[in-house]
């Protein structure tokens, strides 16, 4: 963690903010609409606001009181994180090759009632689809720049180095405009992900610039109700701290509409930490276990536990039946992330 005045801001905007007590005002109450008028403002500075440490209207001291309520409607982003959560994009087959098309874009989207943010998107959406392949098998993914930076796609997995979408080595960085093309074979089956890699890195990836990437071992696993959950954040007045922090990209989605899922069928998660500018993020889940298979590459569970610490760039699978019905919370253990936007219910019926 960053030990610095903006961080010491935030944690007293919390601080404060937690006499509120329930969830959901907390975070109406930490983005100030000072603070709403800078994000603004940053935003229609694009690319040019990163690291000007300006937009911070919100300093710690100023007046702070409840400046957006109500839910963010999908339609307004053109994504929906309901949908995020069971949405596999398994391309086509051309001639045996697995292919796709990605096109970065810039996109404002809203990340918490009120809160907009100028992000880098894959596909227009963030985080970006969910690649869905099978072990051995070619793949091609052909990449298109379209918004006004170079970007690039550095995958996780085993390829060639002018594979690897990293500046100054094969295609390099990809110029506004321009294309290229990834190929490569799935391997090794696990929980993978991709994402930008341009410098300056932080802020491509936190930007949104970032998807998970799922190849299936041959023989398959177990049916279960699968989901995808990308643990993300947002500085939304670029001092380099998360401000807002979700899964699958909108704070307190799922508390507004939860997961829903059926008692005693096998559910399991696809959990990618993508979070920026925190060393670690975590999931929890209240009165439940779930196995735990670190980055999906052996098919038996290491852990038996109902908490999961990831750093960056870490993923895992989860597989957990609820025995009850009800609802559920889950949640980073790290306290500040749930409060500002990281928790959610799992809505269990029969
Ligand atoms: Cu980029």
Redesign the pocket.
């Known amino acids: 963690m960053k030990i610095g005045q903006d961080k010491l801001s935030r944690r007293r905007l919390l601080g404060g903010a937690a006499v509120a007590g329930a969830a959901l005002p907390v975070l109406h109450e930490v983005v100030p609409h000072q603070r709403l008028h800078g994000v603004d403002s940053a935003a229609a500075q694009g690319h040019g606001a990163h690291g000007a440490g300006g937009a911070n209207g919100a300093a710690a001291g100023q007046p702070v009181h409840p400046a957006v309520v109500g839910k963010v409607d999908p339609r307004v982003n053109g994504f929906d994180p309901q949908e995020i959560l069971r949405d596999f994009d398994e391309g086509r087959v051309v001639n045996g090759v697995r292919e796709w098309e990605l096109v970065a874009e810039e996109k404002e989207i809203e990340v918490a009632p009120g809160v907009k943010y100028l992000a880098?998107a894959y596909n227009g959406r963030v985080p970006g689809p969910t690649l869905r392949a099978r072990e051995g098998e070619r793949l091609r993914i052909r990449f298109t720049n379209g918004s006004p930076?170079p970007?690039?796609i550095h995958f996780h997995g085993i390829h060639t180095a002018p594979m690897d979408g990293i500046p100054g080595v094969g295609a390099g960085n990809i110029a506004p405009g321009k294309s290229t093309t990834y190929e490569f074979d799935a391997t090794p089956f696990g929980l993978h992900l991709y994402h930008?890699h341009?410098m300056p890195l932080a802020e491509?990836i936190a930007k949104g610039?970032y998807g998970a990437f799922l190849i299936d071992p041959k023989r398959g696993r177990p049916p279960a109700d699968e989901l995808v959950m990308v643990m993300n954040g947002f500085d939304t007045n670029f001092d380099r701290a998360n401000e807002v922090y979700a899964v699958n990209t909108v704070a307190f989605e799922y508390m507004h509409r939860p997961v829903k899922v059926k008692r005693g069928e096998l559910v399991r998660i696809y959990l990618v930490n993508l979070l920026e500018f925190d060393f670690v993020n975590s999931f929890h889940v209240h009165a439940n276990f779930f196995d735990y298979y670190p980055t999906g590459t052996r098919l038996e569970p290491r852990d038996f536990t109902d908490t999961v610490i990831q750093g960056q760039g870490e993923r895992g699978i989860l597989e957990l039946r609820f025995p009850y019905t009800g609802k559920y919370m889950f949640h980073a253990h790290v306290s500040e992330f749930a409060e500002l936007g990281w928790m959610g219910f799992f809505d269990v019926s029969e």
């Open positions: 880098w930076h970007h690039t930008c341009t491509h610039l």
